[in-house]
C-alpha cells in the first residue's frame, strides 16, 4: 500500500476527540501483552501463531474474498495490497510487539490493578486502529470498484454471521450460553497459566458466570452496526463519491466499531470491560508462583516467535 500522505487525517487522531491518552503507556507495554495473551485464543501455541501470520495474506483475502466476492480485478489488487500490509506490519509493528513481549517475560511476575488493565485495553484498540489506519486507502479504492451487487454479498454475509450468533445464544438457555463461556475462559487461562486448582477453577467460574455479558444487546449493536455500513458505503457508491470520502467512511466506521454513537450500548461496554478488567487482574495476582513462572514462559516464547517473523525465519 503506498506511504500515508501528511495531511492525511488519521484515525487515531478522530477517536482522540472521545477518549483520553493515557500517560503510563510506555511503562504498561509488558501489560499489553498479557492482556493480548489472555484474550486472543489463537496465541496458544508459538507454531500456531507463526503459521498464520506467515499464511496472513492468503487467509486475509479468503475472509475478505467471503464477504464482498470480488470480481477478478479487484482480486488481484486485494491480494497485492494485502502483501503490501503485511510487509509494512512486518517491518514496523513487529519489533514493537517483541520488545514488549520479552520485557513481559520479565515483569508476569508483578501485580496488576483493573484501572491498569482497562487502559491497557484501550491502547490495545489503538493499536488495532493504527494497523487498520494503514489500510485504509488500498481498501476505499477497491470499494469505490465494487458493484451494487457486491453489497448485496457484503449485507448477506453479515446477516449469515449475525443468525450463527443469534443461534449460538438467543436461540439457546442462558444457563447453555454461560457454561460454554465458562468453559472457553478456563481453557484460555490453563493454555497460558497451566493446569488450575479445582479451588482456583471454581472461583474463575463463578467469577465469569457473573460477567454482566448481554448476548442480545450485543446482536442488536452489530446488526445496527452492519446496516450502517452497508448503508453507507452504499450511499457513496451510488453518488460517485471520490476516494477520499470512502477513506473518512472507513474511518469513521473503524472508531463507531470501537466507540459506539448510541450511549446505552456505550455505557453496557465500558461496564462489561471494567467487569473483565476486574475479573483478570484478581486472577494474575491470586495464580501461584509455578503459575506465573509458566505464563513467563509462554510469554518469552511469544517474543521469539515474533522475532523470528520479523527476521522472515522459517
Known sequence: MPDPKPERPSILRARATSTKATSEERRMRWLSALLLSLLLPWLVACSTVQFTYRQGPMLSYWWLDSYVDFSDAQSQRAKAELENWFKWHRATQLPAYGQFLATLADQAKHPVNATQLCEVLDQIEGQILQSFDQAVPA?????????????????????????????????????????K??????????????????????????????????????????????????????????????????????????????????????????????????????????????????????????????????????
Open 139 to 179: 481498501m476505499a479504492r477497491i470499494i469505490q470498484s465494487f458493484e451494487a451487487s457486491q453489497f448485496d454479498h457484503l449485507a448477506a454475509r453479515y446477516a449469515k454471521a449475525d443468525k450463527t450468533i443469534e443461534e449460538d445464544y438467543l436461540d439457546q438457555s442462558q444457563a447453555t450460553w454461560r457454561a
Open 181 to 314: 463461556s465458562v468453559s472457553r475462559w478456563l481453557d484460555n487461562f490453563e493454555s497460558f497459566y497451566g493446569r488450575l486448582s479445582e479451588a482456583q477453577r471454581a472461583d474463575l467460574s463463578t467469577q465469569i458466570a457473573a460477567l454482566p455479558f448481554d448476548p442480545g444487546l450485543w446482536l442488536q449493536e452489530r446488526r445496527l452496526r452492519h446496516a450502517d455500513i452497508v448503508a453507507g458505503l452504499r450511499r457513496l457508491h451510488q453518488n460517485q463519491a471520490e476516494t477520499s470520502a470512502f477513506e473518512a467512511a472507513l474511518r469513521a466506521f473503524a472508531v463507531m466499531a470501537m466507540q459506539s454513537p448510541r450511549e446505552g450500548y456505550r455505557a453496557y461496554r465500558e461496564g462489561l470491560k471494567r467487569s473483565q478488567c476486574s475479573l483478570l487482574a484478581h486472577w494474575h495476582n491470586q495464580a501461584s508462583t509455578a503459575q506465573r513462572e509458566q505464563a513467563a514462559a509462554k510469554i518469552l516464547q511469544y517474543a521469539q516467535d515474533v522475532r523470528s517473523l520479523q527476521a522472515g525465519a522459517p
